[in-house]
């Protein structure tokens, strides 16, 4: 966000502390500290307010992370699944086209001279 490392930082709390100066450095520091307690519990109550007021969604988090996207997990179980009740009562069967003939018998053919 700031683009700061821990050394820029260092040096940012050391200005800092020679600027405010030794007496007045506790009571800077107490105030970040409870401003740092008050931004925690709004987080906390925000968090709460919104699990209340959504409630429950009915969605399976677990199943959607994508740490768990395995991609043959998911094509062999497209290609294993049984098609629906409903394809099958139409007769026809997404994705698969009605052969024209009969399936041939014997090797397929082979072509020499193709490259």
């Not at 969605?59 to 699944?81: H, N, Q, S, T």
């Amino acid at each position: 966000m700031f683009d700061i490392n821990g050394g820029e930082l260092v040096v940012l709390f050391v200005v800092a502390a020679l600027v405010i100066g030794p007496q007045r450095l506790p009571a800077y520091a107490e105030q970040l500290a409870h401003l740092v307690r008050r931004g925690r519990d709004w987080v906390s109550q925000a968090r709460t307010r919104l699990d209340e007021e959504a409630g429950d969604l009915g969605v399976d988090w677990e199943a959607l992370d994508p740490r768990k996207y395995d991609p043959r997990r998911i094509v062999r179980d497209a290609l294993v699944d049984e098609p629906s009740s409903a394809r099958r009562a139409s007769g026809a069967v997404v994705g698969i086209v009605p052969a024209a003939s009969a399936p041939l018998a014997g090797p397929a053919p082979f072509d020499d001279e193709a490259t």
